[in-house]
């Protein structure tokens, strides 16, 4: 079976009538960069929160925060969409589950928020490690100043840990826009949604995911 190569299909009119093919793949790219940037700052908040109650004097801070990364971080981001978008409004109350089913933008919500309690897992126990890098004189010195638990945290551990962990919190936000891609699973259509979409208008398989790759790639780059 041979296979009509045609680089050109990008910029021929797609069949929604929205501009071409290739407008296609970047609209897709727009809601996947919005996706991703609502979920990083879900992650981001949620995971410093955790992140800083594990490292807590408070026993009950550490059990809630060790549960919190034990039951994201160890199921499949799949399996917790499928729970968030088709599980959770069973679940509830009939006229919550209702609303949850009816809401404007339903699988963008569920994805960054899902996408965004996953990866707070893996930003708490970078802070984590962050924090527990310093020497514990830094806090020693903050008590003895007469600083806050919460003071101690603010003004002397949290800005020094997050310097530390940069690096690492960088690749996680790579991984953020990555992890957008499931999201066609429960009806997103993003960059891949759009990139399936328009193999299926267009039988150009190659051609629609070569061109979704080189942009995951370029905006990661």
């Not at 727009?30 to 929160?49: D, Q, R």
């Not at 009939?94 to 960054?112: D, H, I, V």
């Not at 101690?152 to 551990?157: C, E, G």
């Amino acid at each position: 079976m041979n296979y009509n190569w045609n680089w050109g299909i990008f910029f021929q009119p797609n069949p929604m009538g929205t501009g071409t093919y290739l407008d296609m793949l970047l609209s897709g790219l727009v809601l996947t960069l919005k996706t991703a940037a609502l979920a990083w700052v879900i992650a981001l908040i949620t995971g410093s929160l955790v992140g800083v109650m594990r490292t807590l004097p408070s026993k009950g801070a550490n059990w809630f925060g060790f549960a919190y990364v034990e039951f994201f971080r160890n199921m499949p981001l799949l399996v917790q969409l499928f729970l968030w978008f088709f599980v959770l409004p069973e679940l509830l109350p009939r006229s919550a589950g209702l609303w949850m089913k009816q809401m404007a933008n339903a699988p963008f919500y569920t994805a960054a928020i899902g996408i965004g309690l996953f990866m707070s897992a893996r930003v708490a126990v970078q802070l984590e490690a962050g924090i527990g890098s310093m020497p514990r004189g830094q806090k020693q010195a903050a008590t003895a100043l007469g600083l806050t638990t919460s003071q101690t945290y603010r003004y002397v551990l949290l800005p020094m840990a997050f310097r530390i962990v940069l690096p690492p919190l960088t690749s996680e936000f790579l991984s953020t826009i990555k992890n957008t891609s499931v999201a066609i699973t429960i009806g997103l259509i993003e960059l891949t949604g759009q990139a399936r979409a328009m193999q299926e208008f267009s039988f150009q398989v190659f051609e629609a995911f070569t061109g979704a790759t080189v942009l995951y790639l370029l905006i990661n780059i």
